[in-house]
């Protein structure tokens, strides 16, 4: 596509229950970044794939995130048992490889625990 | 801990004016440097990109300086207008952020505001 793609924009959903954000990243990219976002803060790091793998999981804050990018195009990060902290704008980047080239990110999906 | 640090916090100008954003970075072992600009409810727009190897990079109205040693980049901002308001983030690509991570670290970003 043109762009990162990411659904939905926004999500509210109640405490306790599971969610999953979709990333559709610019065709060819091999690179993909989630990030999260809290109101007045620079994004954070979650997990970088590289290809269909997760090369660095370490910004996910516990066993409650997942993300997934099977076939190494579009990916889902999965949160269980949702928290009232997880509320965030989670976003999304690619980039044509790792290391020195330039991330595109998306719109983000704002995330809403109530 | 490598940390980005963004100021001033918030910056309004004139219409016209011309304007420099401060960013710095706490190791100079870095692949690159991107500037993004981000509006209210929005992504991340990237507006430059900054090899390790480069001393600045040029895009319209825009300009973004490199200095590695000093742990710093500016971002020139000619002539502001209206539109240039928005929040204006600084992110590194550090060369190791662990084994195989390729990270960006950000900082908190300046909120600039371009009054007419």
């Known amino acids: 596509g043109a762009g990162v793609s990411q659904t939905p924009s926004n999500k509210v959903t109640e405490k306790g229950k599971y969610v999953e954000l979709r990333c559709d990243p610019i065709?060819?990219?091999?690179?993909l970044y989630w990030y999260r976002q809290s109101l007045g803060q620079g994004p954070e790091f979650l997990i970088y794939?590289?290809?269909?793998?997760?090369?660095?999981d370490s910004g996910l804050p516990n066993d409650r995130f997942f993300a997934v990018r099977p076939e190494g195009s579009v990916s889902t990060l999965k949160i269980q048992r949702t928290e009232r902290g997880d509320s965030a704008v989670y976003l999304c980047?690619?980039?044509?490889?790792?290391?020195?080239?330039?991330?595109?990110f998306g719109q983000g999906t704002r995330l809403t625990v109530v | 801990k490598q940390e980005v640090t963004q100021i001033p916090a918030a910056l309004s100008v004139p219409e016209g004016e011309n304007l420099v954003l401060n960013c710095s970075f706490t190791?100079?072992?870095?692949?690159?440097l991107q500037w993004f600009r981000q509006d209210p409810g929005k992504g991340l727009t990237s507006l430059l990109l900054?090899?390790?190897?480069?001393r600045e990079q040029t895009s319209g109205r825009l300009n973004a300086s490199l200095d590695k040693s000093s742990g710093r980049s500016t971002l020139y901002i000619a002539a502001s207008q209206p539109g240039d308001s928005a929040t204006y983030l600084c992110?590194?690509?550090?060369?190791?952020?662990?084994?195989?991570?390729?990270?960006?670290?950000f900082g908190k970003g300046t909120k600039l505001s371009v009054i007419p």
């Open positions: 980047a690619s980039s044509y490889r790792q290391g020195d080239t330039e991330a595109f």
């Open positions: 065709s060819g990219h091999t690179a």
């Open positions: 794939f590289q290809g269909t793998g997760a090369a660095d």
């Open positions: 190791d100079s072992a870095i692949y690159n």
């Open positions: 900054i090899q390790s190897s480069q």
């Open positions: 992110a590194v690509h550090f060369t190791y952020s662990g084994a195989g991570s390729y990270q960006l670290t």
